[in-house]
């Protein structure tokens, strides 16, 4: 089973700085099967990114992911009032899912 | 697409938690259903899932007590999860598997159950 990590635990910055979250897989991922969602506190997640870097319907570009193999990015560009929550990747192989412990952004 | 669990809220240790999830606005069919849990200020875990044929996968660590369930002809699909303990206790979601053999992510999600066992 594919262990996910992700970095930092906790970022905490301010409305209108980057944000950039890792997150790293203990075996290679195929890029077209690495998620990230967002969750608000009492929310279910909502996905953000798919296939590594493509955007959700209705996700804003400030919103990017990148990254192959196992090493996975999601960059927030310039952080709105309404990002800070925490984030979650995920991934799929052999018919499991794992998802990763999450990073909590918040505001500094 | 709307996803609606529903179950008991309270479940005694050593008895099995029984859900459903609804899915209403689209069909069952031609998916992949999952169920996943989220214990109270922690992370997502995934618990399984199922085609709309029944053909079922689940996760190795949990695989001895699940078991899933899919009902067609009422667009729902269903989780029993045996001999519960207190590491049970969680929030309960059931969500859609979009997979087009090229990409494989929870694309719908219902709002969530707390399932809590007591003792």
């Known amino acids: 089973e594919i262990v996910l990590t992700q970095s930092p635990g906790t970022l905490s910055l301010s409305p209108g700085e980057r944000a950039t979250l890792s997150c790293r897989a203990s075996?290679?991922?195929?890029?077209?099967?690495l998620a990230w969602y967002q969750q608000n506190p009492g929310q279910a997640p909502r996905l953000l990114i798919y296939?590594?870097?493509s955007r959700a319907t209705g996700i804003p570009d400030r919103f990017s992911g990148s990254g192959s193999g196992t090493e996975f990015t999601l960059t927030i560009s310039r952080l709105e009032p309404e990002d800070f929550a925490v984030y979650y990747c995920q991934q799929y192989a052999s018919s499991v899912f794992t998802f990763g412990p999450g990073t909590k952004v918040e505001i500094k | 697409v709307q996803l609606q669990e529903s179950g008991p809220g309270l479940v005694k240790s050593s008895e099995t938690l029984s859900l459903t999830c609804t899915v209403s606005g689209g069909s069952i069919s031609s998916y992949y259903w999952s169920w996943i849990r989220q214990p109270a200020g922690k992370g997502l875990e995934w618990i399984g899932r199922i085609y709309s044929t029944g053909n079922t996968n689940y996760s190795p660590s949990l695989e001895s007590r699940v078991t899933m369930s899919v009902d067609t002809s009422k667009n729902r699909f269903s989780l029993k999860l045996t001999s519960v303990t207190a590491a049970d206790t969680a929030v309960y979601y059931c969500?859609?598997?979009?997979?087009?053999?090229?990409?494989?992510?929870?694309?719908?999600w219902g709002r969530g159950t707390l399932v809590t066992v007591s003792s």
């Open positions: 296939g590594a870097s």
């Open positions: 969500a859609r598997v979009y997979s087009n053999g090229w990409s494989y992510y929870f694309d719908y």
């Open positions: 075996q290679s991922v195929y890029s077209s099967y």
